[in-house]
């Protein structure tokens, strides 16, 4: 039976130490955003984003990979005034970024695309209330990412990331010719804290 268990164990020791290489990240932050091509200007939307990651060195503590879920709340807004008329769209992702990433003391530079499913829509035109959007948005986004992590202390971590829809994420309202954006597309900056999970 002794023999039995030292053979088991000495087999899984190679998994457990592969397995050990693998770091966890609970992650928060605050949102600012925008819809390019909705006719608004401005990171006027403010939201959230939590979740958690997993990443790994590929190369001994120089270059790994991550991959996250998170929930990221969105959109677009605007206040009424003399020239413009009152807008908010709220839009409600669950989100599985993949990004690599490269360090450089207490620097990670970051980059790479996250997969996007809009669980929740709604939209503001008039002031009135919040409502199905017309027209919808589509279901699924993809984004490009690129972040920059800062080492705080210990296993905290301060963060900024760029996120861009490299597809749209819904047509425009109506035909805009020689709009150099085709489509609406999702536009946000994201501020954060991570904690990292030995």
Same mark, same amino acid.
């Given at each position: 039976?002794?023999?039995?268990?030292?053979? &088991?164990?000495?087999?899984?020791?190679?998994?457990?130490?592969w397995?050990?290489?693998?770091?966890?990240?609970?992650?928060?932050?605050f949102? $600012?955003?925008?819809?390019?091509?909705?006719?608004?200007?401005?990171?006027k939307?403010?939201?959230?984003?939590?979740?958690?990651?997993?990443?790994? =060195? &590929?190369v001994?503590?120089f $270059?790994?990979?991550r991959?996250?879920?998170?929930? $990221?709340?969105?959109?677009?807004?605007?206040?009424?005034?003399?020239? !413009?008329?009152f807008?908010?769209?709220?839009?409600?992702?669950a989100?599985?970024p +993949?990004t690599? =990433?490269?360090?450089?003391?207490?620097?990670? =530079?970051?980059?790479?695309?996250?997969?996007?499913?809009?669980?929740?829509?709604?939209?503001?035109t008039?002031?009135?209330? &919040?409502?199905?959007p017309?027209?919808?948005?589509?279901? =699924?986004? $993809?984004?490009a990412i690129?972040k920059?992590?800062?080492?705080?202390?210990?296993? +905290?971590w301060?963060?900024?990331?760029?996120?861009?829809?490299? &597809?749209?994420?819904?047509?425009h309202? !109506?035909?805009?010719?020689?709009?150099?954006?085709?489509?609406?597309?999702?536009?946000?900056?994201?501020?954060?804290?991570?904690?990292?999970?030995?």
């Amino acid at each position: 039976m002794m023999r039995k268990l030292l053979v &088991l164990l000495i087999a899984a020791a190679p998994f457990y130490a592969w397995t050990q290489e693998f770091g966890g990240s609970i992650d928060a932050g605050f949102v $600012v955003s925008q819809l390019d091509g909705d006719r608004r200007s401005g990171y006027k939307k403010a939201g959230f984003a939590l979740g958690g990651s997993v990443s790994r =060195f &590929l190369v001994k503590d120089f $270059v790994g990979a991550r991959l996250g879920l998170r929930y $990221v709340r969105k959109g677009s807004h605007e206040e009424e005034s003399e020239h !413009t008329r009152f807008y908010k769209a709220e839009l409600h992702y669950a989100e599985l970024p +993949l990004t690599a =990433f490269y360090r450089w003391n207490k620097l990670d =530079f970051e980059a790479g695309i996250s997969t996007g499913y809009l669980i929740k829509a709604k939209e503001d035109t008039d002031g009135y209330g &919040l409502r199905e959007p017309n027209p919808d948005f589509r279901r =699924f986004d $993809v984004s490009a990412i690129a972040k920059l992590r800062y080492n705080l202390l210990g296993s +905290l971590w301060a963060n900024a990331s760029l996120n861009y829809s490299i &597809l749209a994420v819904r047509k425009h309202h !109506t035909a805009q010719d020689g709009h150099i954006v085709s489509g609406q597309h999702n536009n946000l900056i994201i501020i954060g804290l991570n904690y990292d999970l030995k």
